[in-house]
């Protein structure tokens, strides 16, 4: 249950509503690890312990034929599914104005919203979507030459749809990694790149969590920003792992990014329009292979090591950018 209330606050980007400084000092490390962050880590870690525990069980057996029969309708349709939304996303950005790919992302060029546009007519036939994909990439690009590599880090997202259209245009894989596979694995490394920011920066959400103070469930905004951003790294990490694990932790997060639409309105709304669209096309992924066996002590071993690189990519790779100090 704090997954989805509490998160709604975690799912709206906070960039969007509130003001940031990129290139600020980050909470030290020293900081971001304590008593809390520990003890919300062993919490995690039991419960993707559990579910791993739960998976090749009649249990987890039953709630995948659950889930078969709930999604198979959206399962064959999945492709239309990402085609529409891509589609929507670029026409209601292009209708906005300004817009780069966020909403924090501002242009004046008019030339991307030819482009936009151009992104979203490219949806109506197969044949055109490697196209769009291209359109994408290139406003990704013109993203990193206005605002920076480090700031671009918090929407690969946008690489995987736009991997996804063009290998489903051409009917390839990448080296053996089907489209919705590359999708997925974006959709995850988006996620836990998000997360470190709300033990970085905590402070850039209070505002929002003053103006809502309700979804703070009574806790201090300390310890729910720590909280949601565990909530957020560890059900992003398990979209990596096995079928069962994956698409209940992306039911979970679709529920918690449609929850704050209802809370922050039509820019979150278009704004998390894609990954909504993401999460729900692995929810319907009922594909299995042998590569998805793993043993479940290798669950909280992975997690922990994630949790490591991806904390130590994000702070060495802001000090190195911005001269920043990581502890």
Known sequence: MFCIVAARDAEAHVKWFCAYDVAGQPRGLENVLCLDFELLLAVS?????????????????????????????????????????????????????????????KTTSPLVGVLQLGIAAGMLSRHTMPLSAAGIAILFGIGIRDYGVFHLADYPIFLGVAAYLALTGLKRDLFGIQPL????????????????????????????????????LGFDNEFYMRAAGMVEFVLAFALIWTPLIRRCAAAVLTGMFISACFEFGKVDTIGHSAIIAVLLAIVCDSRTSLNDRRAPWLAPVSLCAALTVTLFAYYVGHAAIFKTSVL
Request: with cysteine; glycine share 4%.
């Open 45 to 105: 870690v039991c419960w993707l312990f559990a579910g791993c525990l739960i998976e090749p069980t009649a249990l987890g057996a039953a709630t995948v034929r659950a889930l078969d029969r709930v999604t198979e309708p959206l399962q064959r349709r999945t492709e239309m599914m990402m085609r529409a939304v891509t589609a929507f996303f670029f026409i209601s950005i292009w209708a906005m104005g300004g817009i780069l790919l966020t909403p924090e992302l």
């Open 181 to 216: 596979d590359v999708m997925r694995y974006s959709a995850a490394v988006t996620l836990m790149w998000a997360s470190i920011e709300k033990w970085a920066y905590p402070e850039w959400s209070f505002p929002l969590l003053i103006e809502h103070a309700s979804i703070t």
